[in-house]
């Protein structure tokens, strides 16, 4: 059996792709390997009617109401190999199962490579975040780090602002300042450290103090630490895949790559801000662009068998 479409990740993306695409009556199958992204938050914000939902129940949600459909098979399983075919594409999973399929949407996302600062990750997902949007709501009005490497830091304190007006911001180390905005920032009355930071201090899960290299200490309950992105599979390097200047997989903005058939939804081409409203939006969009190729190409095929 050939799928008129493949779909790798089982993120909000890939799963709305799945719905827009199971409800028009395409064969497709699903596959991920159940290693959500946001695994590590208690609860996804953001989201009309979803709003607090567990990833865990969200997944559960979305998978209930895409199996409902007839057409769409979902295998809990990774991929290991994506190549182009005659026909579209082959998929080979862990299993050693082997898929065909017409079209493919890439719905993989992103992965977060984090500073590497003692005692970041029993903190992550509970008082440190990564980004405001989703998780800010919960830490109004408390003191707050903000610790970035790059050139967003200046705009990421500025939207803090926002929940709480007592931020401490840190550069780690590195040039994420210009002058002209840590004098900004410091007119302000927020506190701008440059000192590489040691270490994130806290129990069960709670900040309580930020050490810096130098020994200086200061008091936090939580804060924003902002990661680099980078793509969680390498089939778009594979596939030879056009890349965007900031490591995302370039599309025509409505999910179509420079490779005929083959798709891309949601973080892995950085098309939006990392919330599962935009990612599932995004996967919506992208099945509308695959449904409407697929359209187009059984049109002519079926026009040219009626006319000769």
Not at 84 to 93: A, I, K, M, S
Request: hydrophobic residues 40%; aromatic residues 8%; glycine residues 8%.
């Amino acid at each position: 059996m050939i799928y008129e479409c493949a779909i790798i990740g089982g993120g909000p993306a890939g799963l709305n792709a799945a719905l827009i695409l199971g409800r028009a009556r395409r064969s497709l199958a699903i596959i991920d390997n159940n290693r959500p992204r946001n695994a590590v938050t208690h609860a996804s914000h953001g989201f009309i009617t979803r709003d607090g939902v567990t990833p865990t129940e969200f997944r559960r949600i979305a998978l209930e109401e895409v199996k409902s459909y007839p057409s769409v098979d979902h295998l809990q399983n990774e991929v290991v190999s994506v190549d182009t075919t005659q026909f579209g594409f082959e998929l080979v999973d862990s299993a050693g199962l082997r898929l065909q399929a017409r079209k493919l949407i890439l719905a993989t996302g992103v992965k977060e490579i984090y500073p590497d600062i003692e005692g970041f990750y029993p903190l992550y997902g509970k008082s440190l975040f990564n980004c405001p949007y989703c998780d800010g709501w919960e830490l109004q009005d408390q003191p707050l780090v903000v610790v970035s490497e790059y050139p967003n830091l200046f705009h990421k304190a500025k939207l803090l602002l926002n929940w709480s007006k007592n931020l401490v911001v840190c550069t780690n180390g590195k040039a994420s300042l210009s002058d002209e905005h840590k004098k900004q920032l410091q007119s302000m009355d927020i506190v701008v450290m440059e000192q590489p930071i040691s270490a994130f201090i806290g129990q069960n899960g709670r900040l309580e103090h930020v050490r810096f290299a130098d020994g200086a200490q200061i008091p936090r309950t939580g804060g924003f630490v902002t990661p680099k992105f980078v793509q969680s599979f390498p089939f778009a390097e594979r596939l030879d895949c056009e890349m965007t200047a900031s490591g995302g997989i370039k599309t025509d903005g409505k999910g179509r790559s420079a490779i005929p058939g083959l798709y891309i939804a949601g973080d892995a081409s950085y098309v939006a801000p990392s919330q599962v409203v935009f990612a599932a939006a995004d996967g919506s969009r992208t099945a509308m662009s695959v449904n409407m190729d697929l359209t187009e190409e059984d049109f002519t095929v079926r026009r040219s068998a009626s006319t000769g």
